[in-house]
């Protein structure tokens, strides 16, 4: 018996199979252009990440290199803000010794023109000791009863008349030579802020001012502050 089963061509669609297998050959080639794609995209990422990756890194360096500039520029500022700070104090001291200087010689020739017989500068203490602290005098011109404290200042302000005078509340004690006398507080100053000139004459201080080379001119209170 033949079992051989004959195939009926005329009964296949031809064209459908054709169809299909053009159909599946062009989702193939569609598939391999988007597995090509999906490939170039990877490596253009891989690309991007590494790009990135070498982006951070020079990012980081840069970082880096900006914090030891800041470093040294803050170091460098330190440095320049002590030299400043210095500088000033050096002004400021130099400055106050020369107002000194200048002020003792005026001092001693002004008072003695207005009545008051001061006749030296003391040159001992200039620091003396209170129960509750110190305090420090610039000048101190006397005779064997009176006594004027002047305080000496290239800029005076309103603040430093009433600290002078606070701490004139403790002279006598804190300089027993003078714990007798009479004792004028007077202020000498190149400038005067914030009218500390006029406050400190309210207050009853002598007013002492620079007018020029070695010249001063005295202000003298209608109700002098005495201790």
Known sequence: M???????YDNLDLNGIIASL????????????????TDRLIKETDRQMKENAEQMRANAEQM??????????????DKLHQSVSQLN??????WGKLIEALAKPACLELFKNLGIG?????????????????????????????AVVVEVKTTCKVEDINYFLNQMDHFKTAFHPFANYTVYPAVAAIK???????????KGLFVLQSTGKDIFTLKVPQNKKIY
Do not use: H, W
């Open 118 to 146: 001061i006749t030296q500068v003391y040159q001992e203490a200039r620091k003396g000791e209170f129960p509750d602290g110190s305090m420090e005098v610039d000048v101190i011109l006397c005779n064997t009863t009176v």
């Open 22 to 37: 053009r159909e599946a050959n062009k989702l193939a080639q569609e598939t391999t252009k988007q597995m090509k794609e």
């Open 192 to 202: 005067y802020d914030e009218d500390s000139d006029k406050y400190a004459f309210r």
């Open 89 to 94: 104090s050096m002004y400021t001291s130099n």
């Open 2 to 8: 033949n079992n051989t089963t004959a195939i009926n």
């Open 64 to 77: 880096k290199e900006t914090d030891r500039r800041l470093d040294i520029t803050s170091q460098r500022v």
